[in-house]
T-cell receptor, first 115, second 112 residues
Framework: GDSVTQMEGPVTLSEEAFLTINCTYT??????LFWYVQYPGEGLQLLLK?????DKGSNKGFEATYRKETTSFHLEKGSVQVSDSAVYFC??????????????FGGGTRVLVKP | DGGITQSPKYLFRKEGQNVTLSCEQN?????MYWYRQDPGQGLRLIYY???????QKGDIAEGYSVSREKKESFPLTVTSAQKNPTAFYLC???????????FGQGTRLTVV
């Protein structure tokens, strides 16, 4: 079945450091890929998405490129802020599935940015 | 404003009691979902529905039940058969197949 693997956290960084969170996936169809962010005690917010190979999703300084050859969708940000402290989830939705748009999530990566 | 509303935000339940979590959306989305999140864990799918009066089990449906009588509502009942119900529950909806899902703010259920 479909699966998403993310690097385990927590990831602790200083402000203005470069952030990378690795994400790899397994899917049988043609997945769309997503990054969601969860702030403490809240639901998930869509951060960015990519729907086909070589697409680059970007938002709020974050970027991720859909790499079909390596089945990866790594999240990057060049200069993090304290406000970026959150849990980040990589997810996929497989268009090849007939069973609806349910998302498969990675385990989440907690990021802590220190001033 | 359009969005998904979950209520209540915090819920306490005694062992052996059923409890229903509310989820309402005004986004005119066809599909709705319930996920469970345990501390430090990812999200696991409980139930989902693609259309009114139809729903399917997700990966961890045992001990839960749902209904979809209206397009905008997808309540989740946590029954006494659920062995470990304490968790954070998230409701989501999406417009079409393979579009992004929008999430509610979650309900934290604690069994006391």
């Amino acid at each position: 079945g479909d699966s998403v693997t993310q690097m385990e956290g927590p990831v602790t960084l200083s402000e203005e450091a470069f952030l990378t969170i690795n994400c790899t996936y397994t899917a049988t169809g043609y997945p769309s890929l997503f990054w969601y962010v969860q702030y403490p005690g809240e639901g998930l917010q869509l951060l960015l998405k990519a729907t086909k190979a070589d697409d680059k999703g970007s938002n709020k300084g974050f970027e991720a490129t859909y790499r079909k050859e390596t089945t990866s969708f790594h999240l990057e940000k060049g200069s993090v802020q304290v406000s970026d402290s959150a849990v980040y989830f990589c997810a996929l939705s497989d268009r090849g599935k007939a069973a609806g748009n349910k998302l498969t999530f990675g385990g989440g990566t907690r990021v802590l940015v220190k001033p | 404003d359009g969005g998904i509303t979950q209520s209540p935000k915090y819920l306490f339940r005694k062992e052996g009691q059923n409890v229903t979590l509310s989820c309402e959306q005004n986004l005119n989305h066809d599909a709705m979902y319930w996920y469970r999140q345990d501390p430090g864990q990812g999200l696991r799918l409980i139930y989902y529905s693609q259309i009114v009066n139809d729903f399917q089990k997700g990966d961890i449906a045992e001990g839960y039940s749902v209904s979809r009588e209206k397009k905008e509502s997808f309540p989740l009942t946590v029954t006494s058969a659920q062995k470990n119900p304490t968790a954070f529950y998230l409701c989501a909806s999406s417009l079409l197949l393979n579009t992004e899902a929008f999430f509610g703010q979650g309900t934290r259920l604690t069994v006391v």
